[in-house]
């Protein structure tokens, strides 16, 4: 059976009230979302799981001009006490040509427990694109989509970027708990973001539960670009924002 899914391998895929904080990392923001098409998860024991899929791409129909088809594999192992789990992912797999959304995406994710109420997930991972127009060029560029930073002279280029994040989790008590999220990503040809620049984000979130049915989760978050002004139009460096939201579990 064909079905429409989330990326499989983010931290961040997960309904509202599983994710760690409100606000989603850039890492989540600029890699694959959604793919159309068929995966099969096998669990072999305690320790090991596998999935494999085909799908017409990152976030794109399958009837929808740029798809193609790609391939997802993936391999859970889980280890020291269910303490530790690593989770490699290779997404959208093809030829990797420039397309709307055509990352080739290769990430890993490693969650681990170290106590009843300290545990922490991590994820790292690089993605590309060959042959992206250059945006001083005079190629077309997709809609939607943002032309590469090219070296002088090319007028495409290989376009690739890589990410980390780390979240940390203290639970106080059944009712209240902090997440801290700090993370790194180098948009090295500006190809996902619009700015060739290395930026940074920190989060710190406080969640409380009133009762079981209501969640609040204000946070403070902080972001960096580097090399260039890549906030407030390409004006700003910096961005400090405060943000926060209300869950009703029904």
């Given at each position: 059976m064909?079905?429409?899914?989330?990326?499989?391998?983010?931290?961040?895929?997960?309904?509202?009230?599983?994710?760690?904080?409100?606000?989603?990392?850039?890492?989540?923001?600029?890699?694959?979302?959604?793919?159309?098409?068929?995966?099969n998860?096998?669990?072999?024991?305690?320790?090991?799981?596998?999935?494999?899929?085909?799908?017409?791409g990152?976030?794109?129909?399958?009837?929808?001009?740029?798809?193609?088809?790609?391939?997802?594999?993936?391999?859970?192992y889980?280890?020291?006490?269910?303490?530790?789990?690593?989770y490699?992912c290779?997404?959208?797999?093809?030829?990797?040509?420039?397309?709307y959304?055509?990352?080739q995406?290769?990430?890993?994710?490693?969650?681990h427990?170290?106590?009843?109420?300290?545990?922490?997930?991590?994820?790292?991972?690089?993605?590309?694109?060959?042959?992206?127009?250059?945006?001083?060029?005079?190629?077309?560029?997709?809609?939607?989509?943002?032309?590469a930073?090219?070296?002088?002279?090319?007028?495409?280029?290989?376009?690739?970027?890589?990410?980390?994040?780390?979240?940390?989790?203290?639970?106080?008590?059944?009712?209240?708990y902090?997440?801290?999220?700090?993370?790194v990503?180098?948009?090295?040809?500006?190809?996902?973001?619009?700015?060739?620049?290395?930026?940074?984000?920190?989060?710190?979130?406080?969640?409380?539960?009133?009762?079981?049915?209501?969640?609040?989760?204000?946070?403070?978050r902080?972001?960096?670009s580097?090399?260039?002004?890549?906030?407030?139009?390409?004006?700003?460096?910096n961005?400090?924002?405060?943000?926060?939201?209300?869950?009703f579990?029904?």
């Amino acid at each position: 059976m064909v079905a429409f899914f989330i990326s499989l391998p983010d931290i961040e895929a997960q309904l509202a009230p599983q994710s760690y904080t409100y606000t989603h990392s850039l890492l989540y923001s600029y890699d694959p979302f959604t793919q159309t098409g068929i995966v099969n998860t096998v669990m072999l024991n305690n320790h090991w799981l596998f999935s494999l899929g085909l799908t017409a791409g990152n976030d794109i129909a399958p009837w929808a001009r740029g798809a193609k088809p790609s391939l997802t594999a993936c391999v859970s192992y889980t280890f020291n006490n269910r303490k530790d789990k690593f989770y490699p992912c290779a997404s959208g797999i093809n030829r990797g040509e420039y397309a709307y959304n055509n990352v080739q995406l290769f990430v890993n994710t490693w969650y681990h427990k170290f106590n009843d109420s300290w545990h922490m997930a991590s994820e790292g991972y690089y993605e590309y694109e060959r042959d992206v127009p250059s945006v001083s060029g005079t190629l077309p560029v997709e809609p939607n989509t943002n032309g590469a930073v090219c070296p002088p002279g090319q007028t495409r280029c290989f376009a690739g970027e890589w990410a980390l994040v780390n979240y940390l989790q203290k639970e106080f008590s059944k009712s209240s708990y902090m997440s801290v999220r700090n993370e790194v990503l180098d948009d090295a040809r500006g190809q996902r973001t619009g700015f060739k620049t290395v930026y940074s984000e920190h989060t710190i979130m406080w969640g409380r539960w009133v009762g079981t049915t209501v969640l609040v989760r204000p946070e403070f978050r902080f972001e960096r670009s580097y090399a260039v002004p890549a906030y407030d139009k390409g004006t700003n460096k910096n961005q400090l924002s405060f943000a926060t939201d209300l869950i009703f579990r029904f």
